[in-house]
């Protein structure tokens, strides 16, 4: 006899209460699938289950929607969670920790790295979650939205908070930068367009008077120091100065 070992928990379990529209079950499918999240909980669906609106709309997702779970209660759906969120966008009169998607996600991803099982609530279409759900859940994810519509389709609010999970579990870095086929200039490649740049200021008689040419200068080099140019900048600037001084022989 052998004791079957279930794995730990890597991701949050998204768990959909009394969702009313198939339509709606099938986009939050693609939006939990576009942020590498899988696992969906689907409680006492309005229009039952399984729903052929649903797997239309998942296109491409519908693997999440084959390995969904079906409960007739939260309670049920909620059974394994040693923490659970509920999402929300209107005050409630319940004392519980309130956090935003990011902090939230951040703090999932801390709890499943210790072994836990996280859930997160999502209500139905019309009215959100009930208070009796949200009483069910450790702490609150409040959505900032705009206070004279805050309404948020159930997809929507799906992939804002698969949205924040990719970026605490990937770690992603806030701004990146693509260099289309070329690399950032090193500091000797700035160094020579500087000294070609005053080279051509110098012809063009620009360091004038005499006595500020020097912090001119200086005031130059440090303006190039803080451009983030690439190679490809740099030769475009270097053909520019050379194109400008042909220019002006010809003429």
């Given at each position: 006899m052998t004791n079957d070992i279930?794995?730990?928990?890597?991701k949050p379990a998204f768990v959909l209460v009394r969702p009313q529209m198939g339509e709606n079950i099938g986009a939050a499918a693609r939006a939990m699938l576009n942020f590498g999240l899988d696992h969906m909980r689907i409680v006492a669906p309005r229009d039952g289950w399984p729903n052929p609106a649903a797997v239309a709309m998942a296109s491409g997702a519908g693997r999440v929607l084959d390995a969904a779970t079906l409960s007739d209660t939260l309670p049920d759906a909620l059974g394994d969670c040693s923490f659970v969120f509920a999402t929300t966008a209107?005050?409630?009169?319940?004392?519980?920790?309130?956090?935003?998607?990011?902090?939230?996600?951040?703090?999932?991803?801390?709890?499943?790295?210790a072994g836990q099982r996280v859930g997160v609530l999502f209500g139905p279409e019309r009215a959100g979650l009930e208070n009796d759900d949200i009483a069910q859940a450790n702490a609150i994810i409040s959505v900032p939205v705009n206070p004279e519509f805050p309404s948020l389709n159930l997809a929507q609010c799906v992939l804002l908070v698969g949205?924040?999970?990719m970026r605490q579990s990937t770690q992603a870095p806030d701004v990146t930068e693509e260099l289309a086929g070329t690399q950032w200039a090193e500091q000797a490649e700035i160094e020579h367009l500087a000294r070609h740049f005053e080279e051509r200021l110098e012809t063009a008689g620009f360091f004038f008077p005499e006595h500020k040419a020097q912090s001119m200068k200086t005031n130059l080099r440090n303006m190039w120091s803080r451009l983030p140019l690439t190679r490809a900048d740099v030769q475009m600037l270097h053909g520019t100065l050379r194109q400008m001084v042909r220019w002006k022989e010809r003429g």
């Open positions: 279930v794995a730990p928990p890597t209107r005050q409630r009169d319940l004392t519980k920790p309130v956090y935003t998607p990011e902090a939230a996600m951040a703090e999932a991803a801390r709890r499943i790295a949205y924040e999970w």
